[in-house]
């Protein structure tokens, strides 16, 4: 979904370059929970934060230090590119993120594959 779609549950017009970062962040994160099916405790949990930041940082009420940054990258939930031509931030969408128990809606991103633990541990 585009990040400047009114209809986005949260939608920030961004004005400044770090409000415009904010807001990418904040998507990327949403999108990856909403693959994976976690809740922004079991989130929290993956890459050390409280899920009160993980809320925070959901609705781009805070500015991601460099240690959150590099978790999230670390735990394989958002891919960072800096260009010349500006920032991107993705979600990450792979089946290895995805929650043992979640259940996708029919038709959605990964209904048609099986759901594989997470490598190295349980969820």
């Known amino acids: 979904m585009d990040l400047n779609d009114p209809k986005r549950k949260r939608y920030y017009p961004p004005r400044r370059p770090t409000e415009v970062f904010m807001a990418k962040l904040a998507a990327a994160i949403q999108d990856y929970r909403e693959w994976t099916g976690l809740s922004q405790r079991e989130l929290g949990e993956r890459i050390g934060l409280e899920h009160s930041s993980v809320s ?13 940054l590099e978790n999230l990258a670390r735990a394989g939930v958002i891919t960072i590119f800096i260009s010349k031509s500006g920032t991107q931030i993705k979600a990450v969408k792979s089946e290895q993120n995805k929650s043992p128990d979640h259940q996708p809606a029919p ?7 099986g759901v594989r633990p997470l490598p190295g541990g349980s969820a």
């Open 56 to 68: 925070k940082l959901e609705k781009g009420q805070r500015m991601p230090s460099m240690w959150i």
């Open 107 to 113: 038709g959605g991103p990964g209904a048609s594959s």
